[in-house]
């Protein structure tokens, strides 16, 4: 474009960079962002969205963080999706005191987190064996009139399953029936698997089966999860 007097912006980079992203070329990625700037193209927070996101699934948060760090300075201010983004990396790889960090920053920046940034927080929180945790933040999103979907729920019943307190994920299921949010194959899935690990293999056979027999739980699925009882 620049041999036939054309100046590229923003809108005409993002593709390109969002193709190397979806191949996982990250290393190509961020040099194309610096071939962005060194042609007096600056990047949007579009072209960050995308780096940021593929970062994050790649694993690669510490490049995100500092990428994210470095966005006021280059004019760029992060949005929510921004936050939510590298938030979301950090969780996944037990990086959850950084996570929530991030999001005392972005209540600093007057963004309000929503479903999205706690059930990160919750997930990465009962991965870790912080369940407790996970529970404050699932009763905060509450206070604030945030309504948790399946997946927070998910994850508040894996941590109690994986601390052995099954009796309390079975109670955790009842409130999320009560409240109006159906559970999955997932719920039931990791609840059977919880009360074998706690050595109430029978029970969650027979429970295995009740749900299969209801069809809840498609038959391919008990299989599997008999397998590892």
Same mark, same amino acid.
């Given at each position: 474009?620049?041999?036939?007097?054309?100046?590229?912006?923003? &809108? /005409? *980079?993002?593709?390109?960079?969002?193709?190397?992203?979806?191949?996982?070329?990250? =290393? #190509?990625?961020?040099? $194309?962002?610096?071939?962005?700037?060194? #042609?007096?193209? $600056?990047? =949007?927070?579009?072209?960050?969205? +995308?780096?940021? +996101?593929?970062?994050?699934?790649?694993?690669?948060?510490?490049?995100?963080?500092?990428? &994210?760090?470095?966005?006021?300075?280059?004019?760029?201010?992060?949005?929510?999706?921004? *936050?939510?983004?590298?938030? =979301?990396? &950090? !969780?996944?790889?037990?990086?959850?005191?950084?996570?929530?960090?991030?999001?005392?920053?972005? @209540?600093?920046?007057?963004?309000?987190?929503?479903?999205?940034? *706690?059930?990160?927080?919750?997930?990465?929180?009962?991965?870790?064996?912080?369940?407790?945790?996970?529970?404050?933040?699932?009763?905060?999103?509450?206070?604030?009139?945030?309504?948790?979907?399946?997946?927070? *729920?998910?994850?508040?019943?894996?941590?109690?399953?994986?601390?052995?307190?099954?009796? #309390?994920?079975? =109670?955790?299921?009842? $409130?999320?029936? /009560?409240?109006?949010?159906?559970? +999955?194959?997932?719920? $039931?899935?990791?609840?059977?698997?919880?009360?074998?690990?706690?050595?109430?293999?029978?029970?969650? &056979?027979?429970?295995?089966?009740?749900?299969? !027999? @209801?069809?809840?739980?498609?038959?391919? /699925?008990?299989?599997? %999860?008999? %397998?590892?009882?």
């Amino acid at each position: 474009m620049p041999k036939h007097g054309c100046t590229p912006n923003s &809108l /005409s *980079y993002n593709p390109l960079l969002h193709g190397f992203c979806k191949e996982k070329q990250m =290393d #190509r990625a961020i040099e $194309y962002l610096d071939i962005m700037v060194s #042609r007096g193209c $600056y990047p =949007d927070i579009v072209t960050y969205n +995308t780096l940021l +996101t593929a970062l994050s699934k790649d694993g690669k948060v510490d490049v995100a963080v500092e990428i &994210l760090n470095q966005l006021s300075s280059k004019g760029c201010s992060p949005v929510l999706i921004t *936050y939510n983004t590298v938030i =979301d990396g &950090l !969780s996944k790889v037990g990086r959850t005191e950084h996570a929530i960090e991030l999001l005392e920053e972005m @209540r600093k920046k007057g963004l309000k987190p929503d479903i999205i940034t *706690y059930s990160s927080l919750v997930g990465g929180l009962s991965q870790e064996g912080k369940v407790n945790e996970a529970i404050q933040f699932f009763h905060d999103l509450q206070r604030l009139g945030i309504r948790p979907n399946a997946i927070t *729920y998910n994850s508040i019943i894996l941590g109690l399953c994986k601390a052995r307190k099954t009796s #309390r994920a079975i =109670d955790f299921l009842a $409130y999320m029936i /009560s409240k109006g949010c159906k559970p +999955t194959e997932a719920t $039931y899935t990791i609840l059977i698997e919880g009360m074998a690990y706690e050595g109430l293999a029978e029970e969650a &056979l027979e429970l295995l089966n009740e749900l299969c !027999s @209801r069809g809840v739980v498609k038959r391919s /699925s008990a299989e599997q %999860v008999a %397998v590892k009882m």
